[in-house]
């Protein structure tokens, strides 16, 4: 039991991706129990701050996932939360922060499968980079 | 007892004689910067610069500074080192302000119980310390010592008074612990009496470079009698309110506490903080009683040349420049002076 | 290179206040330093004379349309503009910080400010008592030495990377204003950066913003940082500690250039106000770039725009999302 284990935040969409999750459960899916789930009304509720926290307070790695494109709750939240993350992403990378550890993802409701296998990936990419240590505050 | 000599080649020797007893700190360059770091040999030493960009009071008063630390099994106090510090290359803007700090945090406030507020975390540092004085001979257009009683040879502050002459290091000993480390040093040697002269000579080429001080008797007093002057609006305009100034100050004190805490463990941090910042005022109703730049400003002001000096009677700026240099806009502290006095002498 | 004729700027700013078009105007003046302009603010025409514009005018003065919330609000604001100064009055007027009808925009033609660090490096750190600008060089004059060296070696990395040297939004230009200029350097910082690898970037950013003091210098004579409470400030909860730990302050700077996305005019004067030294452009510069290639926008330059964070398009590029 001593193998390291990533510990991933998700941040997941009311509507949409929080809903594949449930669907993932329901649907007796498999997929690593990496990850620590906060729900948030929308992908556009996303601050980057909340982002630059989590990996400060140690998570290995970061989930952001909200509605597809066209299918915001509400009209656009996830088209400003797109501009937000396609510049915080090489923002991240471009000051040496490893490319895997913040990932972005749309998963719609019906999307129980893509759901366990969007958090495989992630959970697999991290497993690979180790244990965050980069911007993680030792106290 | 006497001057003494070091040989500049002997630089090195010394410092390592020293380090065996003393933590060192010496001017060093930390990528492009100037700033007192320890160190353990002569080479580390930059004197390269007049003036260091930061100032010598994070030695005795650092930046974040822990004060204790806790977690499920109590409270410890923070972890210190208890090797003295030495300071060698101090100049006698930076050796005078820590006089002025130890007021506030060694001994001087007086509280109600007839006891004297001392801050023990200060005290631990600065009262086993040994300062090593560093005479400018060079001083620089943004100088202005000479304003406040200091000067470049001035000597307050300094356990040992060391003069650069060329090839050697001319040193005298200014108070009891001066006397005590000189004798037991063994690279020095007895100066001459050529050397003494050559120092008095230096002493006064140097003061001659300076630019004629302004009179600053009584300067708190007019500040007082102008402070609900519009002048204030006309001094702060340009002013950004950054923490620069504040933060490149030998003599500026204000601190913050922050708490530290991760699950069951914590620490308990002090910080400096800046007059200039809106939250440094700012209650917890929300109400900021120094809302606008002109009330932080015109604190800043009045602190170091009319609130401290009322409470120790000198004023809280030794004249290093260090905030001309780096304000943003420009905004220099002897130009408001001038301007002040200036405003006053006119009756308004 | 054509340098401004002072005259001229001082005869536009007197003809202004003497024809009641603005109440005050904001301009530069020689300041105590050889290397430092200072920021002037002047009501009467007498006073025109003392504006300048050269090397050292390094302020984007339009920070103080939002100084003290908005302390200008009812007056008529002259104000002396660069390129990327003009594009700050731009942006602010975008956000509802300016009111442009109160505005006179004054365009002077710029060919780059120097960052002292710079200056300071030419002359080995000896201090400068006298600067002349002369065009194409300068010359320094300390104890002892005189230093004739190319503008270009003490150009801020900001003015060495710009294409829009002269404003394009103004309403009096002193001389000819230049539209877009090509730079081949423009992003030539960014590339070299990039072509690192992941583990040298990272210790360069270590190496730099370990040196943060949190002074706020950066954020302060920043134009788009204009929030009445910044988020570092916000203590009720406290998002980031305040304690010059690594991690804190880089969380600052790393979200104070994401709050500036799309925002920012890459005018250099934070890295030009900060005491450490610390290279914060190259981050604003890598966003700016960002959102120049993602969403075609160049901050401040459409006075009939949106900036690029409050708008989007529905076909965007989404490369970065998982498959």
């Known amino acids: 039991m001593s193998e390291w284990q990533p510990r991933i935040l998700a941040i997941l969409c009311n509507w949409c991706s929080y809903a594949g999750a449930d669907l993932a459960g329901v649907s007796r899916m498999q997929y690593p129990p990496n990850i620590r789930v906060v729900r948030v009304p929308c992908s556009g509720r996303v601050d980057p701050l909340f982002i630059m926290k989590s990996l400060q307070a140690g998570f290995d790695g970061v989930l952001v996932s909200g509605c597809h494109p066209g299918d915001c709750h509400y009209i656009s939240g996830n088209y400003v939360a797109r501009r937000k993350f396609a510049v915080l992403k090489p923002l991240l990378e471009f000051i040496g922060i490893e490319p895997n550890r913040v990932q972005f993802s749309w998963i719609s409701a019906g999307e129980g499968e893509r759901f366990a296998t969007v958090v495989t990936k992630i959970t697999e990419d991290v497993r690979k980079l180790g244990p965050s240590t980069r911007l993680v505050k030792k106290l | ?348 | 290179m054509k340098m401004i004729n002072p005259d001229d700027l001082s005869k536009a700013i007197k003809e202004l206040l003497t024809e009641k078009k603005i109440d005050l105007f904001i301009g530069w003046e020689k300041g105590s330093l050889p290397l430092s302009a200072t920021p002037l603010f002047i009501t009467s025409e007498d006073e025109a004379e003392r504006a300048v514009f050269d090397i050292t005018c390094g302020n984007n003065l339009s920070i103080y349309f939002t100084k003290d919330r908005k302390q200008f609000a009812d007056k008529k604001v002259g104000i002396a503009v660069k390129g990327c100064d003009a594009r700050s009055v731009v942006l602010n007027t975008l956000e509802k910080q300016i009111d442009r009808a109160n505005v006179v925009m004054v365009g002077v033609p710029c060919h780059g400010v120097l960052d002292k660090k710079k200056v300071l490096a030419k002359t080995d750190g000896r201090e400068v008592l006298e600067l002349i600008d002369n065009g194409d060089t300068v010359t320094l004059i300390g104890k002892g030495y005189e230093l004739s060296i190319d503008r270009s070696e003490i150009l801020s990395s900001s003015c060495l990377a710009c294409i829009y040297p002269d404003a394009q939004e103004c309403d009096i230009f002193i001389g000819d204003a230049r539209a877009e200029v090509p730079n081949e350097n423009r992003l030539k910082e960014i590339k070299e950066f990039e072509a690192l690898s992941t583990e040298e970037r990272w210790a360069n950013t270590c190496a730099e913003y370990e040196k943060c003091i949190r002074c706020y210098a950066c954020r302060n004579v920043c134009p788009s940082c204009y929030c009445n409470v910044c988020f570092v400030d916000q203590n009720d909860p406290g998002w980031i500690g305040n304690t010059c730990e690594f991690t804190d302050s880089m969380i600052f700077h790393v979200i104070r250039n994401l709050h500036v996305a799309g925002r920012c005019v890459e005018c250099g004067a934070c890295e030009r106000a900060c005491p450490m030294d610390i290279n914060l452009l190259l981050l604003n510069r890598k966003v700016a770039m960002e959102v120049k290639d993602r969403f075609g926008d160049i901050a401040g330059l459409d006075i009939n725009g949106k900036p690029a964070m409050v708008d989007f398009k529905e076909d965007e590029k989404q490369d970065f999302i998982m498959g």
């Open chain 2, 1 to 348: 007892m006497n001057m003494v000599r070091l040989d500049k080649q002997n630089l090195d020797n010394f410092i390592r004689e020293l380090s065996a007893e003393y933590s060192v700190y010496a001017p060093g360059n930390t990528g492009g910067k100037t700033e007192f770091i320890p160190v353990e040999s002569g080479d580390e030493i930059d004197f390269s610069r007049t003036v260091t960009d930061m100032s010598p009071k994070g030695i005795f008063f650092p930046p974040a500074e822990v004060l204790f630390e806790y977690d499920k099994d109590g409270v410890r106090a923070a972890q210190t080192s208890h090797r003295p510090i030495a300071v060698f290359g101090m100049r006698s803007c930076d050796a005078r302000s820590l006089v002025m700090l130890d007021r506030v945090f060694g001994s001087a406030i007086q509280m109600p119980d007839d006891e004297k507020f001392q801050d023990p975390y200060w005290k631990e540092k600065y009262d086993s310390s040994l300062i090593f004085g560093f005479a400018c001979n060079e001083p620089l257009s943004t100088c202005f010592c000479n304003w406040f009683s200091g000067g470049p040879y001035n000597r307050d502050g300094m356990d040992v008074s060391v003069v650069d002459a060329g090839d050697v290091y001319l040193m005298e000993p200014v108070s009891d612990k001066g006397i005590e480390i000189i004798s037991k040093l063994s690279c020095l040697t007895d100066a001459s009496e050529e050397d003494k002269a050559l120092l008095e000579k230096m002493a006064s080429d140097a003061e001659s470079m300076m630019t004629a001080p302004l009179d600053v008797e009584g300067l708190g007093e007019r500040l007082t009698a102008l402070f609900d002057e519009s002048i204030w609006d006309e001094i702060s305009a340009k002013c950004v309110n950054c923490g620069a100034c504040t933060f490149s100050c030998p003599t500026c004190h204000c601190f913050d506490m922050q708490d530290e805490g991760k699950g069951e463990k914590g620490k308990r941090v002090r910080i400096w903080d800046s007059c200039m910042l809106p939250i440094f005022t700012m209650e917890a109703s929300g109400h900021n009683p120094r809302a606008l730049s002109r009330d932080r400003v015109r604190q800043r002001v009045m602190h170091k040349y009319s609130y401290y000096p009322e409470n120790y009677g000198e004023i809280l700026c030794t004249g290093c420049g260090r905030c001309v240099m780096v304000c943003p806009v420009n905004l220099d502290i002897r130009e408001v002076l001038k301007k002040f006095i200036a405003y006053n002498e006119q009756g308004k």
